[in-house]
T-cell receptor, first 114, second 114 residues
Framework: QQQVKQSPQSLIVQKGGISIINCAYENTAFDYFPWYQQFPGKGPALLIAIRPDVSEKKEGRFTISFNKSAKQFSLHIMDSQPGDSATYFCAATRTDSNTGKLIFGQGTTLQVKP | EAGVTQSPTHLIKTRGQQATLRCSPISGHTSVYWYQQALGLGLQFLLWYDEGEERNRGNFPPRFSGRQFPNYSSELNVNALELEDSALYLC?????????????FGDGTRLSIL
């Protein structure tokens, strides 16, 4: 119930292509879903976040799609660049519980080939 | 604006010793969170402090403890170190109390247990 399952574990995309990372959750009480980007030797950086009242959110080349009925959400990176090569984590939490706890997926290592 | 800062960057200890890790939140942030990022286990929630009080803790033994100071900085203490404690320890901060506040991470302290 508390898990967030992320796939794929690793992804190789050509420069200019679309990178797609998927996450699924069980707990329907989750209502805040952030995505983080982590470069080697650095901490995770907040990329973009979504709430279940919207089906899509776009910020630059990054788009989150949210399917509430399927309990799934995904990150799309358009026009992928070598600089996007990093590990991406999805996360989820329920904001009404005030636990402070983000539950993370296992991460996806993205490599964008020039 | 300075981000979340953590010290030291690396820490090497032996089994049975005690480790102290430090975190300074983003200016104006009152909530501090600690996560463990162990190889193959993703990011696991450890502790949450707000206004000097422990608000929540994850599924970790009591030898993991911490505190938050009046200036909102925080330290994480790990007693009786075990080999399995080797991990990257990440600190995050958010604007104020509440699970719906974005958490911003530092670059972590790499703890190695010999």
């Amino acid at each position: 119930q508390q898990q967030v399952k992320q796939s794929p574990q690793s992804l190789i995309v050509q420069k200019g292509g679309i990178s797609i990372i998927n996450c699924a959750y069980e707990n329907t009480a989750f209502d805040y879903f952030p995505w983080y980007q982590q470069f080697p030797g650095k901490g995770p950086a907040l990329l973009i976040a979504i709430r279940p009242d919207v089906s899509e959110k776009k910020e630059g080349r990054f788009t989150i799609s949210f399917n509430k009925s399927a309990k799934q959400f995904s990150l799309h990176i358009m026009d992928s660049q070598p600089g996007d090569s990093a590990t991406y984590f999805c996360a989820a939490t329920r904001t009404d519980s005030n636990t402070g706890k983000l539950i993370f997926g296992q991460g996806t290592t993205l490599q964008v080939k020039p | 604006e300075a981000g979340v800062t953590q010290s030291p960057t690396h820490l090497i200890k032996t089994r049975g010793q005690q480790a102290t890790l430090r975190c300074s939140p983003i200016s104006g942030h009152t909530s501090v969170y600690w996560y463990q990022q162990a190889l193959g286990l993703g990011l696991q929630f450890l502790l949450w402090y707000d206004e000097g009080e422990e608000r929540n803790r994850g599924n970790f033994p009591p030898r993991f403890s911490g505190r938050q100071f009046p200036n909102y900085s925080s330290e994480l203490n790990v007693n009786a170190l075990e080999l399995e404690d080797s991990a990257l320890y990440l600190c995050a901060s958010s604007l104020f109390y509440g699970s719906n506040q974005p958490q911003h991470f530092g670059d972590g302290t790499r703890l190695s247990i010999l």
